[in-house]
């Protein structure tokens, strides 16, 4: 799930995501005329939420969350590469990812928030967050 911002209000969609082969990104598909891409557009920074909760009681107590915070910004260089990755793990958004409309977004990441048993918190910070 992503969290982006639009007029002072938060949004949330939730995407197919894969990350870089050094965890410093996140490439998701969506299409061009989307709420997101509109509020990535005038607001880059962004929030994803990742966990690996089963929707058992335990999960609480026992899941592992992950906020990456970065900068999101539509793919230019490296399509191909990025579009082969998002396929390898997600291979039912094939017709999605090949629309014409649809555009391939990087999220630099800038920290990572590691939650774990619902109040061990760790943050690494990659880098510093641009103004």
Not at 19 to 39: I, V
Request: with cysteine.
């Amino acid at each position: 799930m992503i969290a982006t911002e639009s007029h002072h209000h938060p949004y949330t969609s939730l995407v197919s995501f894969v990350p870089s082969s050094d965890d410093t990104h996140l490439y998701f598909p969506t299409k061009k005329e989307t709420q997101k891409f509109f509020n990535i557009s005038k607001n880059p920074h962004i929030a994803a939420l990742i966990d690996n909760r089963e929707n058992t009681p335990g999960d609480f107590s026992k899941a592992t969350t992950v906020i990456a915070l970065g900068v999101a910004s539509a793919v230019e260089t490296n399509k191909e590469h990025i579009r082969e990755l998002l396929l390898q793990k997600h291979p039912d958004l094939s017709d999605f990812i090949s629309h014409p409309d649809c555009a391939l977004i990087d999220i630099t990441i800038t920290t990572y928030q590691i939650v774990q048993q619902f109040e061990k918190v760790k943050i690494l910070r990659l880098r510093d967050v641009p103004e």
